[in-house]
């Protein structure tokens, strides 16, 4: 049996907000890498921010990683630094759209710093974030939990030390977990879809048996799937919880309902 996952476990005790949450936790971890195995802590940073041969980190000792800088007016996720040669602006997101002008006003800032090299990076869920910045795309370095999972896993296979390969492989299940990962299709899809239409069919079935005059209207969304009961209620199954039904008061939409 599988230990919790660390990062999820720990997640608990935080403020309850995820983007902060999962900023910091990978600060840590590369802030770990860059302190017991540097040669793989250069290699993520590097390709978190898009640096090339010509303009990368070299040197660990000389990076500087800090988390919610206040940017005048602005608070950024991420701040790093390399001497006074390399800086580097991160703006993370989880599921939450970026505010208006959020990366513009970033860009600008960045550009007044004396740096001899500035970057911004936007790191999302997917890359249809994009299309709620007016920055052009040659303007800043997008990139996706998915491109991290896969760098990491590289890394977690040249990683010879045990505490860094522990903590690389709890975070990639903590990405997993959150569907920040392209992992493999597996034979389970074929019987899993079918089995989930069925599951559905079967609940309309004994939904309209117990209840025949309720209103019943079939929802879904990009979390959940069953069905409005009278514009009230919602009974149906959330994909973050699959083997769970349930009956609630807010038909879907509300991932906190007052009623469950």
């Known amino acids: 049996m599988r230990a919790p996952n660390l990062f999820k476990t720990l997640s608990k005790y935080g403020s309850g ?3 902060n ?12 890498l860059l302190e017991r195995r540097p040669a793989a802590g250069l290699r993520l940073l590097n390709t978190i921010c898009g640096l090339t ?8 000792d000389l990076i500087q990683l800090s988390r919610e800088v206040v940017i005048d ?5 991420i701040e790093v630094r390399s001497g006074s040669d390399i800086l580097v602006y991160i703006e993370i997101k989880h599921d939450a759209p970026l505010s208006e002008g959020q990366l513009e ?4 800032q960045l550009d007044k710093s004396e740096f001899a090299h500035r970057t911004l990076v936007f790191l999302t869920r997917s890359l249809a974030s994009g299309q709620e910045t007016t920055l052009p795309k040659n303007e800043y370095h997008h990139i996706c939990w998915y491109d991290v999972y896969g760098e990491l896993s590289a890394i977690q296979s040249e990683v010879n030390d045990e505490t860094s390969t522990f903590l690389i492989d709890e975070f990639l299940t903590f990405l997993e977990e959150k569907q920040m990962s392209l992992e493999r299709v597996g034979w389970e899809y074929i019987n899993g879809v079918p089995s989930l239409i069925a599951l559905i069919n079967l609940l309309e079935v004994a939904i309209l048996e117990a209840a025949p005059e309720v209103n019943v209207r079939k929802t879904g969304g ?3 799937l069953g069905f409005g009961l009278d514009g009230e209620y919602y009974c149906g199954i959330r994909f973050a919880e699959p083997l769970v039904v349930v009956f609630e008061n807010n038909l879907g939409v509300d991932v906190d309902p007052t009623y469950k």
């Open 17 to 19: 907000d995820a983007e």
């Open 21 to 32: 949450y999962l900023s910091e936790s990978f600060v840590i971890l590369i802030k770990i």
């Open 53 to 60: 041969e010509e303009v990368k980190f070299e040197n660990p």
């Open 73 to 77: 007016e602005g608070r950024l996720d």
């Open 105 to 108: 006003y970033y860009k600008a």
């Open 222 to 224: 990009s979390s959940w």
